[in-house]
């Protein structure tokens, strides 16, 4: 007998390149983990804290560069930050960690990115040389600034409602004393 005639290929062939609408580095990302006012938030965080870099690269002279530097370190921090957080929510890796501590990680990022870039730009609106790079730069960090500190409040509330819906119905006084002990 020859082989041709009695086996038969077993698997099936490779079926290409995955095409259609989610192909690609597409097929891995996923928005629907964040509700739409926080990825809105999310967007608006990394757009602006990258158009505060940028602003502020392109200044080619200062008199007082202190600011200048604490808002430039500042910026690209808060840029890398929001975009690691947006990469994490989006990406598989939010199923391989644990997502509490996603969720933890992300409202102190918030909040600290949040404050330190308000520092950092009114710091830098003290020692600015009023060019229109640095205007820019200076009101596209206060706007990111405060979009890092409303993700921050929208998870406070959405944390506060998730306690008081975790918190057991009280029992009267006069309840539990007449209940027994064994019961």
């Avoid at 910026?75 to 644990?98: G, H, K, N, R």
């Avoid at 990680?105 to 308000?118: C, M, P």
Wanted: charged letters at 15%.
């Amino acid at each position: 007998m020859e082989n041709g005639a009695v086996y038969s290929p077993t698997y099936e062939g490779d079926p290409g390149p995955a095409t259609g609408p989610r192909s690609g580095l597409a097929a891995y990302f996923f928005l629907g983990r964040l509700p739409w006012l926080r990825r809105v938030l999310k967007g608006l965080q990394l757009l602006l804290s990258l158009l505060a870099f940028i602003c502020e690269e392109v200044v080619s002279q200062c008199t007082l560069c202190g600011g200048l530097y604490f808002f430039e370190f500042v910026s690209c921090s808060a840029f890398l930050l929001s975009l690691l957080i947006l990469i994490v929510y989006c990406t598989p890796i939010y199923d391989m960690v644990d997502t509490t501590k996603v969720k933890a990680s992300d409202f102190y990022i918030a909040l600290g990115t949040g404050f330190v870039f308000l520092l950092a730009s009114i710091i830098f609106v003290s020692t600015h040389d009023r060019t229109s790079a640095e205007v820019a730069a200076i009101v596209f960090g206060f706007i990111a600034s405060f979009m890092f500190l409303l993700d921050f409040l929208t998870m406070f509330i959405e944390k506060l409602r998730e306690s008081r819906l975790r918190k057991p119905e009280n029992t009267t006084r006069a309840e539990a004393l007449t209940e027994p002990l064994n019961a």
